[in-house]
């Protein structure tokens, strides 16, 4: 497990869904009008409407095939593998990223040890100073 100062900070539920609305501005607004068809068809339905409900099913089914499209279309526009300029299988990008990580351990177990031989460093030089007397003890 990393320690929790090699985790970089992730981005929100809404910073990700506006990120990437604009990237593929058309399947948000597909969405929204799949939920209008839907809506509208449920309404005909209630007020006994046969024709325009099975006109907004059919609309319905339309544009989700649209938003389906525009999600298929933008995945391989943009290429969703591309992650950090690396493109390639799944399988290589998480042999990379486990790779990465491993690196940021082995740095962060470094800059530890580090911290630690300074520690232990300081506390000798303290305990020789108290042997020679030249501290006084309290």
Not at 27 to 52: D, E, H, M, W
Not at 102 to 128: F, M, N, P
Request: hydrophobic share 35%.
């Amino acid at each position: 497990m990393l320690p929790s100062s090699v985790d970089k900070p992730r981005e929100s539920l809404a910073q990700n869904l506006i990120k990437k609305s604009k990237q593929q501005p058309l399947v948000p607004l597909f969405a929204v009008l799949t939920c209008g068809a839907l809506y509208l068809s449920g309404k005909a339905i209630r007020q006994n409407n046969a024709r325009l409900a099975n006109r907004m099913f059919y609309w319905r089914v339309g544009f989700q095939a649209l938003t389906l499209g525009a999600l298929i279309g933008g995945a391989y526009y943009y290429n969703d593998t591309d992650v950090g300029g690396f493109k390639g299988t799944p399988q290589e990008m998480l042999l990379k990223k486990s790779k990465e990580r491993e690196q940021l351990w082995i740095e962060e177990l470094e800059r530890i040890d580090r911290e630690s031989k300074k520690i232990v460093e300081s506390k000798k030089t303290e305990s020789a100073e108290l042997d020679n007397g030249s501290i006084e003890k309290q």
